[in-house]
């Protein structure tokens, strides 16, 4: 595995680890900032919105620029948001700099997959995507509670000034740690990877991705207030399982990582027939502790677990030029706006049940959307073809071994 995926993760931790840790000092925030608690909250609705919707834009601003400059660009962009963040003295700056911030994760992720893409081998690129993806996984494990407290300890400021730091690492790791590479052969021009969009089969995958995450997200948005109200547990006790639960999707994203690339289509449907299984447990017996857990660890080794697969299919039908993977990002984070809006909806109708039933309903739906790749699946294709012949199934250009030392995946 080349060294610099290692590297990309660690970017990837450090714009996950902004993302989540408005959620874990709302109260400090709200107090610092002369606010209230539910206008702090916007401020997560605001990133993710961002997230959606500027970052395909700043992706395809930057399309003119090799990947490696482009990833500094984007470290630059981050973090004059983080250090806007960590400075804000009133709401309004505070809003503009999670915006900023929003944007820039997002383009991150598109571009840093897509690199992912053009250093690899085509044999090993699922497990590339999923070595990179555990910067996700280690966001929501550490990168949320250490934030937090630092926070609780030092003020919601310094937690803001600690990623501050993990970025500029990470800029520096990329500086001497990423390979300068030009962009994919035949490729690099946004109408050649804008193309794929006209396909409907596209906006069906995408579409895959959107439910996947979205089952997982209508779940996972309130495990607190479902594990101590319905199930019992102290809130105390909470945190511990919250961990254990990030665990899980650790193991759970290495292992899809392993299989997503033979496997694609029968990994998504295995994985959305067990979260369909594990939240309708979950719904069932919310109130035996026990199978709580265990439902509870089940949707955290097939829920969002299931990155590198999406991933990997999303390519094949289209290209994994950046533009394409930072569309994706959006979809993902959309599933994450739909399953938790959605479910804070159902919960005041249905209770706290409620978004688990909405979450097995929605990965029962995500199935029937990967069901007719299943049935008519196409032999792996036997490498990347170029961004410019944009096949249904194949995958994307990559630089020649001669000039990389390795293929692109």
Partial sequence: MPRAVYVLALGIFAMVTSEFVVAGLMPQMAEGLNTTVSRIGYLITAFAVAMAAGGPFLTAALMRFPPRTALMVLFTVFLTGNVLAATATGYGTMMAARIITGIASQAFFGVGISMCAQITRPEIRGRAIAVAMNGLMLGTLLGLPVSTLVGERFGWRAAFWTITLITVIAAVATLFGVPRIERAEGGGGFRQEAGVFRKPRMWLVLSSSTLIIGATFSAFSYFNPVLTDVTGFSTGTVPLLLVAYGAATVIGNNVVGR??????????????????????????????????VICMMGIGLAGVTMNPAMVTRVQRTGNAGPLVNTVHSSFITLGIILGSSIGAVVIETWGLRAPLWLGAVLALVGLATVLPDLAHRPAPAAGPAPLSALPDEGTSAHPSSSRQGSGSS
């Fill in 259 to 292: 299989f997503a690339d033979g496997h694609t289509v029968p990994v998504l449907a295995v994985g959305l027939a067990l979260n369909t299984v594990f939240l309708t447990g979950f719904a069932l017996l919310t109130d035996v502790p026990a199978a709580a």
